[in-house]
Structure formats: C-alpha cells, structure tokens
C-alpha cells in the first residue's frame, strides 16, 4: 500500500497536539505531587499540616478540572478521598 502523504492541517494539528500534551503534562505532576504530600503527611498523623497539604492539593484538582486535564468527577473522587482520609486522622487525634 502507498505511503500517503500527510497535509498540511494535519501536521499542524501533530505540532499542537505536541504543545498541549506538554502543558498537560506540567499540570498533572504538579497535582499529583500535591496529592502524594497530602497523603504523606495524613500517614504521618499530622493533621494540621495534612489538612493545608490537601486544601493546596483540592485547588490544584480543580485547576486540572477547569483545564481539562483530568475529568470534573475525577477531580471530585479524589477530594472526597482525601478529605475522607484526612478526617479519619482528626477523629483519632481527638
């Protein structure tokens, strides 16, 4: 089978594709690297620096959401999980 030619739209479309994948890339590990701190400090037991750690990891959720690179419900799940964590280490703290 002959090799087609690629047009002139569709290597723009490559190069922009290229572009976003690399923003959408910054934004998810800097959110999930929020996410993992969170994590780490509500293992930890410490609850005051675990609930500033997922209120930054909450908002860095909801940019990804806004941008499109993780899905609104995904963003949400992941909140709730960490708040459910996190209110599980203030129960036994108190």
């Known amino acids: 089978m002959p090799v087609k030619k690629k047009s002139l739209s569709v290597l723009k479309r490559m190069r922009s594709n290229a572009r976003k994948a690399v923003a959408r890339g910054v934004v998810r590990t800097s959110t999930r690297t929020y996410i993992k701190k969170a994590r780490q400090l509500i293992t930890a037991g410490r609850a005051d620096e675990a609930g500033e750690a997922v209120r930054i990891a909450a908002s860095a959720l909801d940019k990804a959401a806004q941008k499109g690179v993780i899905h609104?419900?995904?963003?949400?799940?992941?909140?709730?999980?960490?708040?459910?964590?996190?209110?599980?280490v203030r129960e036994t703290a108190a």
């Open 72 to 88: 609104k419900n995904n963003a949400a799940r992941r909140k709730a999980r960490l708040a459910a964590a996190l209110n599980k």
